[in-house]
């Protein structure tokens, strides 16, 4: 079954360094989202994406984020000059079209901040 | 006001038992989606059933059914004969368009244990 693949699983990155957290969603989906679950709460909504442009985002996705589909595979976010508090698992999540269907997630990727 | 609404923060089941997990949710959007997942242990987000607004059954699959009582704003997750590896987090979400609210947004969870 294809599923949505996320690398790495796990970053460590020093407060104030950039990091950019990849994804590569089902093949034939063409909507794509970003999430994010700081430990022990509940997931958060950061960010849709379709047809090379941000369709929805969240008040948590403000400048210091960014996402881009650089080739025909990947989906990248990108945080810029990273806080303590942005330390929490970030999911990507892809779906064949918008609305009410199913998204499919990957495993996630751990990031902390140090 | 909160979206959803998971009022068991945690639960305890006995293997081979059914049990459900709560979720009400709020929205003025006519056309809306419930979802529910589940988070094991280690992590990963494992979709697991979904309702549409205009359903007029219960969505089932496999095991999982969804109690859905759209004139209570109910959504609950029916989880039949329970095996060990159900005891993760489950999360009711829900789906409305933009101009209602949020694009997806997530309850706080309901921590499920599955006892031998």
């Known amino acids: 079954e294809p599923e949505v693949t996320q690398t790495p699983s796990h970053q460590v990155t020093q407060m104030g360094q950039e990091v950019i957290l990849r994804c590569v969603p089902i093949?034939?989906?063409?909507?794509f989202y970003w999430y994010r679950q700081i430990l022990g709460q509940k997931v958060e909504f950061l960010v849709s994406f379709y047809n090379n442009e941000i369709s929805e985002k969240s008040e948590i996705f403000d400048d210091q984020f960014s996402v881009e589909r650089p080739d025909g595979s990947n989906f990248t976010l990108k945080i810029r000059s990273t806080k303590l508090e942005d330390s929490a698992m970030y999911f990507c999540a892809s779906s064949e079209a918008d609305g009410n269907q199913p998204q499919h997630f990957g495993d996630g990727t751990r990031l902390s901040i140090l | 006001a909160q979206k959803i609404t998971q009022t068991q923060p945690g639960m305890f089941v006995q293997e081979k038992e059914a049990v459900t997990l709560d979720c009400t949710y709020d929205?003025?959007?006519?056309?809306?989606?419930l979802f529910w997942y589940k988070q094991p242990s280690s992590g990963e987000m494992i979709f697991l059933i979904y309702?549409?607004?205009?359903?007029?059954q219960n969505a089932t699959e496999g095991r999982y059914s969804l109690n859905f009582q759209k004139a209570r704003k109910s959504a609950n997750l029916v989880i039949s004969a329970s095996q060990l590896g159900d005891s993760a987090m489950y999360f009711c979400?829900?789906?409305?368009?933009?101009?209602?609210?949020?694009?997806?947004?997530f309850g706080p969870g309901t921590r499920l244990s599955v006892l031998p």
């Open positions: 093949s034939n989906h063409l909507y």
């Open positions: 979400a829900m789906r409305e368009a933009p101009q209602y609210g949020q694009n997806f947004v």
């Open positions: 309702q549409g607004s205009y359903d007029q």
């Open positions: 929205t003025s959007d006519p056309s809306y989606g």
